[in-house]
Nanobody, 124 residues
Framework: QVQLVESGGGLVQAGGSLRLSCAAS????????VGWFRQAPGKEREFVAA????????YYADSVKDRFTISRDNARNTAYLQMNSLKPEDTAVYSC?????????????????WGQGTQVTVSS
């Protein structure tokens, strides 16, 4: 049984930083693509970032490019999302997800397994 557990969310002032973690179990983590999505109240879940399993190539939404960094540690079965220069519009529940390949990576319905999410709140 696949389990993804996020941590690291919280309340931070605009301009601050947070580091989210996604701990995985029940799958061969090193051969899965890992992604981060977020959902703000009243809005659809949106793609934030993804990292490939074979070459660690990364992909970002335009809204977070140059501020967020996705990474992974396969030895620890953990992925990370370093978030810098946070803005109030980054406030959302952040969830990690996994899938086998990069196809349709921007569409949340194409991802296979999900964590429960962690709340990130950025105050102005």
């Amino acid at each position: 049984q696949v389990q993804l557990v996020e941590s690291g969310g919280g309340l931070v002032q605009a301009g601050g930083s947070l580091r989210l973690s996604c701990a995985a179990s029940g799958l061969t983590f090193r051969v899965y693509v890992v992604g981060w999505f977020r959902q703000a109240p009243g809005k659809e879940r949106e793609f934030v970032a993804a990292i490939n399993w074979s070459d660690d190539r990364t992909y970002y939404a335009d809204s977070v490019k140059d501020r967020f960094t996705i990474s992974r540690d396969n030895a620890r079965n953990t992925a990370y999302l370093q978030m810098n220069s946070l803005k109030p519009e980054d406030t959302a529940v952040y969830s990690c997800a996994t899938k086998r390949d990069l196809s349709d990576r921007y569409y949340y319905r194409r991802w296979e397994d999900w964590g429960q999410g962690t709340q990130v709140t950025v105050s102005s």
